[in-house]
């Protein structure tokens, strides 16, 4: 079967299934569980143009069907980032999607910069869940002119694919996706983690160093198939969705919400091996349901797609 996916700019995907930015580090933790260069793809954690510390501990909170992780987006730098990590994914054979972060519109682009064109960097994701630290610190991707100032930057210094990774703390995800598009985007990712707050009744404060943190993990996939069943209904850009993704069914589910490819993430803290075995059970769960490939499944569940019929349960 045909689990294949071309997206924009001729980056393509042996399967949907993508490491997704942030828990898979820069994959060497993972080398001993993970056939990196069987995944579809793998989105770095996020890179700055200079190192960043990130929050103070607590970083995780574990939650009900859920984490809750305030890590700040620790990171090396892109200059350790290009010496140390990247040789090690390029001899991988890995699809590298390369996370890039900023705390001003020029720190977005000097990462984009720096990455077009060096070998091994398939895409980039940008970020725009970053503090706008010009803008008394609202997030890039909370403000469609500040997402379209952001990503219109990044296409004028490279060629390579671009996703920009929607934030789920919006009133509308789908005004963000579209001044994005707008902007020069050729994807959208979607979803980031939602915000929330544990308490640490022992010691009576917020469990968390930063006080709050992002929920991922199964409890958000509700909010993540919305998004990307609202996001596909607006935008004609690829979406690449993410959030509680655990299984080949969720990723069937994601697909019929309108995404053409899905990032996994949480669930390989518990189970390193999960994306591997997703990859290998999606033929059978698409054949199950009546489909001959990922591309047949693609937005069937949108308004006005004709229900399949005989497939399934």
């Known amino acids: 079967m045909d689990v294949s996916v071309s997206l924009p700019r001729g980056l393509t995907l042996k399967n ?20 990196i260069g069987a995944l579809g793809g793998v989105s770095v954690k996020g890179v700055s143009p200079e190192p960043w510390l990130g929050n103070p501990t607590p970083r ?15 990171n090396p730098g892109m200059d350790v980032f290009l010496q140390e990590d990247l040789p090690f994914l390029r001899d991988q054979n890995a699809v590298v999607i390369v996370n890039i972060i900023g705390h001003t519109v020029d720190e977005y682009a ?23 630290i010009k803008e008394g610190g609202m997030s890039f991707g909370q403000d469609p ?36 598009e707008a902007a020069g985007a050729d994807m959208i990712s979607a979803i980031n983690t939602l915000v929330g707050l ?4 022992k010691h009576r404060r917020p469990a968390l160093g930063g006080v709050t943190g992002g929920l991922s993990g199964p409890a958000i996939k509700p909010v993540a198939l919305r998004v990307v069943y609202e996001v596909a209904q ?37 189970y390193p091996k999960r994306m591997n075995e997703i990859i290998e059970a999606l033929p059978q769960v698409l054949h199950e349901y009546g489909f001959a490939s990922v591309r047949d499944a693609v937005g069937q569940a949108l308004p006005g797609r004709a229900p399949i019929r005989g497939g399934g349960q």
């Open 16 to 35: 949907p299934v993508i490491a997704a930015s942030g828990t898979f580090g820069f994959g060497p933790e993972y080398s001993r569980y993970v056939d």
């Open 60 to 74: 995780v909170w574990e939650t009900p069907l859920g984490l809750l992780n305030s890590i700040g987006l620790q």
């Open 110 to 132: 000097q990462v984009a910069e720096r990455m077009n064109h060096e070998p091994g960097v398939a895409a980039l994701e940008v970020n725009i869940s970053c503090p706008n």
């Open 145 to 180: 002119d500040q997402a379209y100032a952001v990503m219109r930057a990044v296409r004028q210094v490279t060629d390579l694919p671009v996703m920009v990774k929607l934030s789920p703390n919006v009133t509308y995800p789908a005004l963000i996706a579209q001044a994005v």
């Open 198 to 201: 544990a308490i640490d009744i």
């Open 234 to 270: 607006s935008v004609n850009i690829p979406i690449i969705g993410m959030g509680g993704i655990s299984t080949a069914t969720d990723v069937l589910e994601f697909l019929l919400a309108g995404a053409q490819a899905v990032m996994v993430g949480t669930v390989t803290f518990q």
